[in-house]
């Protein structure tokens, strides 16, 4: 088998460099970015777009902040031709958007590309021809001298028909179809004779766009390939170096990484990596693989759900759920120990600080995504994620053996549900585990407090034990002392092991805030047994919440 497929698949020839620099650099700056959605997203579709769909995209890009945007391909369909005209007669291009358009080195489709943009402020035309061996022996059918000639005559040509637009500020684009499977030498003699032939200049640079049409090797390779270009172009100050990756070997996120350390200053590609086969690098990752960084990637992701269902209605493609930065469960944990971290996270996290919650490399704030759906509940999850939603959804802060013991009463009712469990699932699970108004043995119905002698206070106690009212009374050092003495005097030797109260105003879905109170009672014994209360009513709460441990010790003892 090894045999077989070393016969038919030779690798690539390494990088002719020594002493290469691009290892040690890292990116501190964005690059120029340009959107290929309209164009190469666009032929990668079941439907392509038409012009409605286009131009909602359009301007969501220009809203994002992308200033080069590959409109079309002009030549190919009056439909494409027919969308640059509208942005440009319409004046639908903002004044610091510069539109792009592509064609081949072919004299026809040039002409006709060059019409399309008649009365544009500014345009990039985009020219390109393959340049590998392949292409050309069994493609084209020509010598390196003819493929060189080829992108030279097309060059000559848009300069001509652009001189014949003065008011048109234009800008030529070259790709070497096909770079990463050329050898470099011809890559770098084609790309010279067009500088030459543009005769590109500092103030009126040429793009060189190097792409990985097809991905064939590591992103280590490409990065040495696009150093050594960028070591050996003529008048490279002349030249806005610009890289276009596909993802054909999954890697075109970090084959762009590597290209701009190693010298491109521009990299083409779609939001959310559409394109032709595998897709194009997809520059919403690209981003925001920055912006954790530090690095102020130049593009409004602020709003990543509007861009998102954007994108989707207009390619009609869907969008991962585990997509990065994007899908509607990338800032959402199942896994008890992610929740448990990203719960202490979240609780050490101060605003003056670097963001550092566990588990997560952006704050989903900045993407304009919330903490309601970061933790979510199935039977794989733990206290912690359990916590968390009824802590950030209702305001109710557990004590941490609560957690242990309460996470195993939702595994159980997950396991038993056989899906995920809401947060109003947990809550209502809480309430009817521990909420003492939910027994109708022992049922609260009020209270009234004095004080008594040397500063105790005695309390009568009114509740109702299986439909019978009775008034229970005692003493404490305050209301929770004296209800546990008064419900002594039924016979039970209760002992407060612990006692929490707060206000549930950080609740988001329980309304107006409310007390909560949570006490743990033992009879004598060593297990404890909590009782929680909620109330407008302070006391009334702490008072409940004794009921409610009380209630669950006894239930406790009738089934032992």
């Known amino acids: 088998m090894q045999a077989t497929v070393a016969a038919k698949y030779s690798p690539f020839a390494p990088v002719p460099m020594t002493e290469r620099q691009w290892p040690h650099r890292t990116i501190n700056h964005a690059p120029i970015w340009m959107s290929t959605d309209l164009r190469d997203g666009n032929q990668a579709l079941f439907e392509p777009m038409d012009i409605e769909r286009k131009l909602r995209l359009f301007k969501t890009l220009c809203d994002i902040g992308f200033k080069h945007i590959e409109v079309a391909f002009p030549s190919a369909s009056q439909t494409e031709f027919d969308f640059v005209r509208t942005l440009i007669e319409q004046e639908l291009i903002p004044a610091d958007v510069t539109i792009e358009v592509l064609t081949q080195a072919r004299e026809p489709l040039i ?201 989707e209605f207009c390619t009609q493609l869907p969008i991962h759920p585990r997509h990065p930065y994007v899908g509607d469960l990338v800032f959402t944990a199942f896994s008890g120990s992610h929740q448990d971290a990203i719960k202490k996270g979240f609780s050490a996290q101060k605003a003056d600080e670097h963001w550092s919650v566990p588990y997560l490399p952006i704050d989903p704030a900045d993407v304009g995504r919330t903490y309601d759906s970061i933790i979510r509940i199935n039977s794989q999850s733990g206290k912690g994620g359990i916590a968390y939603l009824l802590e950030t959804d209702y305001g109710i802060v557990m004590p941490r053996r609560m957690q242990v013991e309460f996470s195993g009463v939702v595994q159980q009712y997950s396991e038993h549900l056989g899906a995920e469990v809401s947060a109003a699932h947990i809550y209502k699970l809480f309430t009817s585990t521990y909420l003492q108004s939910n027994n109708p043995r022992l049922h609260y119905l009020g209270y009234r407090l004095s004080e008594a002698t040397a500063g105790a206070q005695s309390i009568a106690l009114n509740i109702a034990v299986n439909g019978e009212a009775l008034t229970l009374t005692g003493q404490g050092n305050g209301p929770v002392d004296a209800a546990v003495h008064a419900l002594g005097t039924l016979g039970h030797d209760l002992r407060v092991l612990g006692f929490e109260e707060r206000s549930t105003a950080a609740s988001a879905s329980a309304g107006s805030a409310q007390a909560c109170a949570i006490v743990e009672l033992s009879n004598g014994g060593g297990q404890g047994f909590y009782g929680v209360g909620i109330d407008d009513d302070i006391v009334s709460a702490s008072i409940q919440a004794v009921l409610s441990g009380l209630c669950r010790m006894t239930e406790s003892a009738a089934q032992a």
């Open 111 to 311: 002409r006709r590309t060059m019409e399309s943009l008649q009365g544009a402020q500014r345009a990039i035309v985009h020219v390109y021809n393959a340049t590998s061996k392949p292409f050309r022996e069994f493609v084209f059918g020509m010598e390196r001298e003819e493929v060189v000639e080829m992108a030279v005559s097309s060059v000559r040509l848009v300069k001509e028909l652009a001189a014949a637009q003065p008011d048109t500020e234009w800008t030529l684009e070259y790709s070497p179809e096909t770079f990463t499977a050329t050898e470099l030498d011809f890559s770098l003699e084609i790309c010279n004779a067009v500088t030459a032939a543009w005769d590109a200049s500092p103030q009126r640079p040429v793009i060189l766009n190097l792409p990985t049409t097809v991905e064939v090797t590591t992103p280590n390779v490409y990065a040495d390939q696009i150093e050594w270009m960028h070591r050996h172009l003529a008048r490279r100050d002349s030249i806005i170096l610009s890289v276009h990756p596909h993802n054909d070997r999954g890697t075109a996120v970090a084959a762009a990484e590597l290209a701009l350390m190693a010298g491109a200053q521009r990299v083409e590609g779609c939001l959310f990596g559409n394109g032709e086969r595998t897709g194009n690098v997809d520059l919403v990752t690209l981003a925001l693989n920055m912006h954790t960084q530090g690095i102020d990637c130049g593009l409004d992701f602020s709003d990543i759900n509007a861009v998102a269902r954007t994108y």
